[in-house]
């Protein structure tokens, strides 16, 4: 399984940009993806994440109500929109999706897009 994230890009503060993840497999087997961050100095972080269905989301406290995560199965699709972006929102995102297993749980990370907000 490969996760390409894009749409990451330089943004000015209130401005919007829209992440997504491409998965080389159907992501109708993940159980669970999400979108984590990672700012320079800081550790990574969940910032959305969501179930196999789409009907369950869970967000940071940080993102609630400006960033909405979905995804399209029969695309194999992840999605990240992000909306009034603010400083402390400039982070590498990294797409991970994840798949229960009778061997465990399986974790597949992507390689990150850069989405730098500007003041």
């Known amino acids: 399984v490969q996760l390409v994230e894009s749409g990451g890009g330089l943004v000015q503060a209130g401005g919007s940009l829209k992440l997504s993840c491409a998965a080389s497999?159907?992501?109708?087997?993940?159980?669970?993806m999400g979108w984590y961050r990672q700012a320079p100095g800081k550790q990574r972080e969940l910032v959305a994440s969501?179930?196999?269905?789409?009907?369950?989301?869970n967000y940071a406290d940080s993102v609630k109500g400006r960033f909405t995560i979905s995804r399209d199965n029969a695309k194999s699709m992840l999605y990240l929109q992000m909306n009034s972006l603010k400083p402390e929102d400039t982070a590498v995102y990294y797409c991970k999706a994840s798949k229960s297993t009778g061997l465990g749980t399986l974790r597949y990370w992507g390689q990150g897009t850069q989405v730098t907000v500007s003041s």
């Open positions: 497999g159907s992501t109708f087997s993940f159980n669970s």
């Open positions: 969501i179930n196999s269905g789409g009907g369950s989301t």
